[in-house]
């Protein structure tokens, strides 16, 4: 419908991914608000880039565009005044295995990292990776982990702390760090 420029296809894809969309917006920028105008940003972005380009898996490029906008959303939002929340807490503990982007010189690298991230997350078992997801991609706070598996804050900073550091070391065996 979108190629075909049918509004019917905006309003189907908020029927069908518009929770989703609202929950990653909102596990960033904490409010429903905010999420609800990310989603809108969202929709608005779909319809000015469907056509001409035509995503492979529709769900994941939805998923990255709302978490995309919504980042930039939070980080125009604090830039002077950053509260250590659970955004910029992921975002650091990531920073020391990820290159900053002023190092990664071309999309080609950074599709080669995304891949190897993808078969390392696709290597461990399944609640480090669904541990791992929650708190660097949805940026769930260590007490909300806790909660989910069961575990201790203090075992959850240590179980992500571990697969940081294989993902890290993982990566430099690969040759991408």
């Known amino acids: ?27 960033i920028l904490g409010s429903d608000a905010d999420a609800e105008e990310c989603l809108n940003d969202t929709l608005l972005t779909v319809w ?27 980080k125009s939002a604090n830039a002077e005044r950053r509260k250590g929340n659970q955004v910029d807490q992921a ?14 010189e071309t999309e080609l690298e950074q599709r080669e990292l995304l891949t190897a991230v993808t078969a390392y997350l696709s290597s461990i078992p399944a ?11 949805e940026a769930m706070s260590i007490s909300a982990l806790a ?7 203090n075992n959850v ?4 702390l571990r697969i940081r550091k294989r993902l890290r070391a993982y990566l430099e065996s690969e040759g991408l760090l």
């Not at 880039?49 to 906008?69: G, M």
């Not at 650091?92 to 002023?102: C, V």
């Open 91 to 104: 975002i650091e503990e990531l920073a020391e295995i990820f290159p900053s982007k002023n190092n990664t």
């Open 157 to 160: 900073k240590v179980s992500l």
């Open 147 to 153: 909660e989910v598996f069961h575990m201790t804050e």
């Open 48 to 74: 000015n880039t469907i056509p001409p380009s035509e995503p492979v898996n529709y769900r994941a490029y939805l998923l990255k565009l709302v978490r995309n906008i919504a980042l930039n959303r939070y």
């Open 1 to 27: 419908m979108l190629k075909n420029r049918d509004e019917q296809g905006l309003k189907e894809t908020t029927k069908k991914y518009g929770t989703l969309c609202r929950y990653v917006a909102r596990s």
């Open 127 to 137: 609640k480090q990776r669904d541990m791992f997801v929650m708190r660097y991609w």
